[in-house]
């Protein structure tokens, strides 16, 4: 199992800098209008996105949602390519053409974030079937939602994993709500963690505010995977900062003080002063780290500010391979 | 009967309050259309639930408390198929489906269940159901959320279509809707909501399978969908200043969509043009040249001409979503073959 | 809880014969090519159609299967109209328009076969959400397969109706194969029982070919489906005495001498000596009951074979209400 | 390349072999494609495996393993989703659909993920994937087991779609759909399975958005989709005895559909008729009525006729199945308004 070495946790440390600032700084564009359509933050749930990440390499592969910035940073897509992309400008991962809910980057092995809520399941289970297909150690990564746990997708793509014994990881992201409507609402089961025994699947659940956390469950599952021993699923608990789309008044939030302190904790914040106090990485390099992600992603604004926007031929191009 | 102005948004709103008000039966269900269940501080009756991820069903909780307005888990299939065996055992639900995008994860309830049901069971079951929905690029909603399918629920036997263009339509139409004993999509432009409109108070309904005459012509008929009935508007004070008279019609119901009117116009004006933002394959604007041409055919100077989304998913960046869309110029330039022709004639 | 009368076990078992007997004559009549298409027989698995609505009156819904002539009988649908709607005739409970798959009759709370695997059970929730709205007692029972066990939609009406306490029994009816794959093939869980906890929901695992034991089950779910306690699942581990569907050469069978074992037990001989032994009836009379069957079944043939195909016109009618 | 009679059944069956002969990524999955998993008597290789529910592909996993030849639940959204990213990260799919009247259960993997994918993520991305299924009436399957949907997957952007009518052309046509990096729907006519034809033994393609002409003629011509070439060339004999020279055009590809072929046939003969069993609305027969009407209009002597399916459900009883099919006599009727005119010329 891989184990974080302090140059693992630099990177990790600044992935989990970077999804924040490039988040934060989507939250304030969007409020100027520059960046339109649908847009749902991931600020407060990098742990989650790079607890896991941080064991795959460009040959692994990930399938996202509707909240996937997180996701892709993890993954190693561009941040210039992405912050261009949610501009719809020609210089986007997806070349404008996709927008904040379908970035993708098949090469670095990220399959797109998903406009669909659980439209990623299956898919994650086709990636898994690929590499075993093929006889690789590759995994394939699926991240959803707790609303996504009610769709038939995860019933589907769960069974299917299952009993074909494939090398993919579901990764729920509780973060209590889908939309407006809370998790212990819309979702039957105790918890998420326990609907794996119906697939004869083992299960975790985590606190998904806490980077160790998932990232040791993680690593177990991703070992059991390479090594062929099946799928995994792990339920991390967490919780987004901003609303459910840019534009969410948020009424819902938060019902109990129980629910606010959660709220509140601070993912990278833990983990930096974890890091720091087990010799991972000195505060300053923290701060260093801190910096040079503030920097890139504001060069990543500028970048995307500065593109042109795509040529009009391409509104009929790439519809069809030849 | 009194009329104000209010948005389509709102007439929606007013069409459900009253339909609701009139037959308990009525109840309406899907993803947030309250918002908040089980949050203490949203409880039934909570002025500050969400009402609907755009909120148009805002104030129905409110009213009616959360035995009518259901929040459903993101479970397409089963609470549209749920809502079909409600409507078969005599409620008459109106469930929502956030975007018409979402249809493959809910088409076997209406394709194969809902729709066959009536006919497969040899006349002896009813299916009331209205089921809202939304569609319509111009919001940046991507190539997942900015889909018009109303196209692809009218090819299926057994289901009206309703696409309402103005508050005043929207309200009556969905109040007719709800009335029926079939099932029918009820198909909301987003783009439209902030639109406003004077709008009757009461109860009253607009009939079903009936198109509207926007502004009456006589050298050129267009035919519109929803929005579009803007488009054709220009497109039409555009003509006018050649001195062509367009005839505009609105058709308001998809399917079945209504001939009379169509071809009446086509006997007068001789030309057509169909404006439709839908996907333009196997659509209804290829419908509609197909049945006009057919029944038609010696009343027409030229073909019928469809101007439409091109044959491409929905892009994001605004300046290609803004030409995947129909707009003035586009009906111009590809229907140039029988304006210029009208140009001829008219000079 | 209804208790097994003398009454209500000679009409069990004239409904039990009902069905063993239409199979039957199904069967034979379809070799000889007079009834087309698709056709599931459900002979060898009466005890749980009868076990179950043995409960029931016309005022409660049930929703059915591909394999659905079973549970017609058992709901009290007419024989005459059944096997008419079978050959296609307009004296058919659908008026000839719906054939095998597709036999209804909503007055008598039966909502249908239905050619969908899986396709009845979001209705069966639809049908106890209308239950529960208009404040009755009544409750719905969904019938569906081992097979319809891995479709989405169970996932989603088995959530649905556990997060609304609706009176829904979920009757699962597992006969080992779908089409001509196992369960144990294609479910991940060690049994679809199991698979109600990740619902929060009450389940049992029976003997399928053990009439008391699904007269049993069922009466304690649907008890407390109509005190408002909310659904229940009852596997009911049962085999069909013909092939998926007819025509099949059901190479499949049998894997082992457990397996032989158990298809060869027939609940209705079963029952019928446990019913003389309990005194519920004789053996004079469980005779009767069989010989009038037989009649009956008879009658329907001649009924079905008697009765005019549809008129041309009904091509074109029903399609809307109005 | 020598040729012998097989079935369309066997030749789709070779088609799969040769294609998985020739390319180690191409593996095919569905409800029983093998059947009988984990049973032990039919373990690896066996021979008594189903081999699907009509038998086509039977054989294919005695040859080519459990691992190539996959039995899935009964999950058709998830193996269905699972083929598109087996697709998009490097294999070759061949899922089946059993039957197409259960696209509702499937739909969202083609209609938003699978067709939409290389779009959305700006061309970065291939999607090779054949789906094969089975579609029409004539089998007694009723309401739920007779439709034919090609139209609607034709209807989205970024899928092809194919309709072989005989046993050479289902064999080239599948051949050359495997070798696209598109998503290609495959539709059998289920009840041409047993029909027999001489097929090549080798590997051949037969060009995709090619249509063939299996009759040439000059006054009037007839499109058909699969199985209806067969009635057009009823029709034609049956109009030959008037004197009257038939086209037939068989469509092969119905999305994107030939339309070379097609205009160039009504630019010499002035007179279509297209015979398409699905239902009538947005369909392929509307869209190329549509389509050719707008782009031959000066060449049309009468308007394009459609000879469909009716606007209801496929009804069960045989003597309402048959006359829900068109018919040569279906034909003459609802396309007399053109052929009666013929006749006047011709006599
Ligand atoms: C199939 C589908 N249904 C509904 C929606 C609308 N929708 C978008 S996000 C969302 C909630 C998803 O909740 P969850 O899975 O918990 O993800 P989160 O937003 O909390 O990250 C819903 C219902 C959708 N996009 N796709
Ligand atoms: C949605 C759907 N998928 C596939 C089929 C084809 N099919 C018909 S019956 C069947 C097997 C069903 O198995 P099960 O649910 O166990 O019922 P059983 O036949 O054993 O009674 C399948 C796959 C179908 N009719 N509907
Ligand atoms: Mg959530
Ligand atoms: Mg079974």
Not at chain 1, 11 to 34: C, P, S, W
Not at chain 1, 56 to 81: E, F, M, P, Q, W
Request: some cysteine; aromatic content about 8%; proline content about 4%.
């Amino acid at each position: 199992m891989k184990q974080l070495t302090p140059d693992l946790a630099k990177t990790a440390y600044k992935y989990m800098n970077d999804i924040r600032h490039f988040e934060d700084r989507v939250h304030k564009v969007f409020l100027t209008g520059a960046i339109p359509g649908f847009v749902h933050l991931y600020a407060g749930e990098e742990a989650v996105a790079v607890g896991v990440c941080s064991h795959l390499t460009d040959s692994d592969y990930i399938t996202s949602t509707h909240r996937g910035h997180g996701h892709c940073i993890a993954k190693g897509c561009d941040v210039n390519g992405m912050m261009a992309e949610i501009y719809g400008k020609a210089t986007g991962l997806n070349n404008g053409k996709g927008g904040s809910m379908h970035i993708a980057d098949v090469d670095k092995g990220m399959l797109g974030a998903n406009g669909m809520v659980s439209g990623g399941m299956p898919i994650a289970v086709g990636a898994g079937l690929r590499n075993k297909y093929l006889k690789t150690d590759d995994v394939a990564v699926c991240f959803f939602g707790d609303g996504a746990n009610n769709e038939g997708n995860f019933h589907e793509a769960m069974n299917m994993a299952s009993i074909w014994k494939l090398p993919v990881i579901f990764v729920n992201e509780n973060n209590n709500f889908a939309e407006a409507t809370p998790q212990i609402y819309a979702t039957a089961a105790k918890t998420i963690a326990q609907r794996a025994e119906a697939y004869d699947m083992p299960s975790e659940r985590v606190d998904g505010k806490n980077f160790m956390a998932v990232f040791e469950a993680a690593g177990r599952a991703i070992d059991r995977a390479r090594q062929g021993d099946g799928p995994t699923l792990i339920e991390c608990k967490t919780y987004r900062n901003y609303g459910h789309f840019e534009g969410d008044q948020q009424t819902y939030k938060y019902d109990s003080p129980e629910e606010e302190a959660f709220a509140k904790r601070d993912d990278i914040q833990e983990f930096r002063a974890y890091a720091v106090s087990e010799g991972l990485f000195t505060a300053a390099e923290a701060d260093q780290i801190e910096q040079q992600s503030t920097d890139d992603i504001e060069a990543a604004v500028k970048f995307a500010e500065d593109s042109p926007l795509p040529d009009p031929e391409s509104l009929y191009e790439d519809v069809f391979a030849d | 009967m009194s009329r104000k102005p209010i948005t389509f948004m709102q007439a929606i709103n007013e069409g459900l309050t009253q339909a609701m008000e009139k037959d308990d039966r009525v109840f309406i269900m899907g993803e947030d259309v309250a918002g908040g269940a089980k949050v203490k501080h949203l409880a039934d009756k909570n002025e500050d639930s969400w009402g609907g991820v755009f909120g148009v069903t805002k104030g129905l909780m409110p009213k009616f408390g959360r035995e009518r307005v259901i929040d459903t888990p993101v479970s397409e299939m089963g609470y549209m198929g749920a809502a079909v065996g409600a409507a078969i055992t005599g409620l008459r639900p109106v469930p929502e489906l956030m975007f018409n995008d979402f249809v493959g994860f809910c088409l076997d309830t209406i394709l194969a269940q809902g729709s066959k049901m009536r006919y497969m069971f040899g006349g002896k079951a009813k299916v009331p159901l209205t089921i809202r929905t939304t569609h319509g690029a111009g919001a940046s909603g991507a190539a997942q959320h900015s889909g018009s399918y109303y196209g692809l629920f009218a090819s299926i036997p057994g289901v009206k279509v309703v696409v309402p263009s103005n508050p005043y339509d929207a309200k009556g139409l969905l109040l007719a809707a709800i009335e029926e004993d079939n099932i029918v999509v009820f198909s909301e432009d987003k783009t439209l909501y902030g639109m406003k409109g004077d709008v009757p108070e009461g109860y009253y309904k607009v009939e079903i399978g009936k198109a509207t005459i926007t502004r009456a012509g006589t050298d050129l008929s267009i035919v519109t969908i929803g929005k579009m009935v803007q488009v054709a508007e220009a497109v039409a004070d555009e003509l006018a200043k050649s001195g062509i008279q367009v005839e505009v019609i609105d058709l308001r119901t998809v399917a079945p969509w209504d001939e009379a009117t169509v071809i009446q116009s086509v006997q007068k004006t001789g030309r057509l043009i169909v404006i439709d933002e839908a996907h333009p394959r196997n659509s209804t604007a290829t419908d509609i040249a197909a049945v006009v041409t057919d029944k038609a055919f010696d009343y027409l100077d030229g073909p019928v001409k469809r101007v439409t989304a091109p044959e491409t998913p929905v892009p994001f960046a605004s300046n290609l979503e803004q030409l995947y869309m129909p707009s003035v110029k586009r009906v111009l330039d590809e229907a140039s073959e029988i304006i210029d022709d009208l140009k001829v004639v008219k000079a």
